[in-house]
T-cell receptor
Framework: GQQLNQSPQSMFIQEGEDVSMNCTSS?????WLWYKQDPGEGPVLLIA?????ELTSNGRLTAQFGITRKDSFLNISASIPSDVGIYFC???????????FGGGTRIMVKP | DTEVTQTPKHLVMGMTNKKSLKCEQH?????MYWYKQKAKKPPELMFV???????INESVPSRFSPECPNSSLLNLHLHALQPEDSALYLC?????????????FGPGTRLTVT
């Protein structure tokens, strides 16, 4: 099925670093959601965005709904070891509430 | 409270077995979803229930049979599965079936078909 273009696919972090990831689409979305998934667990909702240009924070996480409605960004400030996991963006494009997911960004700790 | 619960956590079944996965939410949500997730991939939608009625079936094989006994419960009945059906099965819910609303996921059932 259709996927959003999410980048980077993976990245290594060192504790204290800031992390950025984004999702882009050729189509307009009306809602952007960001989830984090730990191994063997279900995705946990981090941030929901409903308006173009909206900037929303949740602790050390900040996400933005792109002004064109075709992209979204997630930033993690001052990363800590428990930030390790897979982050998925997801968009809602019609009133049927069906999610379109990005391919995921896997965050790992530098050895 | 935004909790969706799923049982069992893990399930191993043979190709001739019949088993069921269960999902429950007490948030008063009227839309519930089943997703299948393979390793290192995003979740793939299987079924959507709106107000306890099946509204979307994403061309899922008939060996998967969903059921929504009431507004809080969602089951997925499994029969004659194939090894390639091994995956993490996720249940999710949202407040309404329409509108641009967030979905909350359960912890998933890790299914292995032998």
């Amino acid at each position: 099925g259709q996927q959003l273009n999410q980048s980077p696919q993976s990245m290594f972090i060192q504790e204290g670093e800031d992390v950025s990831m984004n999702c882009t689409s050729s189509s307009i979305f009306n809602t952007w959601l960001w989830y984090k998934q730990d191994p063997g667990e279900g995705p946990v909702l981090l941030i929901a965005l409903y308006k173009a240009g909206e900037l929303t924070s949740n602790g050390r996480l900040t996400a933005q709904f792109g002004i064109t409605r075709k992209d979204s960004f997630l930033n993690i400030s001052a990363s800590i070891p428990s930030d390790v996991g897979i982050y998925f963006c997801a968009g809602l494009y019609n009133a049927g509430n069906m999610l379109t997911f990005g391919g995921g960004t896997r965050i790992m700790v530098k050895p | 409270d935004t909790e969706v619960t799923q049982t069992p956590k893990h399930l191993v079944m043979g190709m001739t077995n019949k088993k069921s996965l269960k999902c429950e939410q007490h948030m008063g949500h009227r839309a519930m979803y089943w997703y299948k997730q393979k390793a290192k991939k995003p979740p793939e939608l299987m079924f959507v229930y709106s107000y306890e009625k099946l509204s979307i079936n994403e061309s899922v094989p008939s060996r998967f049979s969903p059921e929504c006994p009431n507004s809080s419960l969602l089951n997925l009945h499994l029969h004659a599965l194939q090894p390639e059906d091994s995956a993490l099965y996720l249940c999710a819910s949202s407040q309404h079936p329409t509108g641009f609303q967030e979905q909350y996921f359960g912890p998933g059932t890790r299914l292995t078909v032998t």
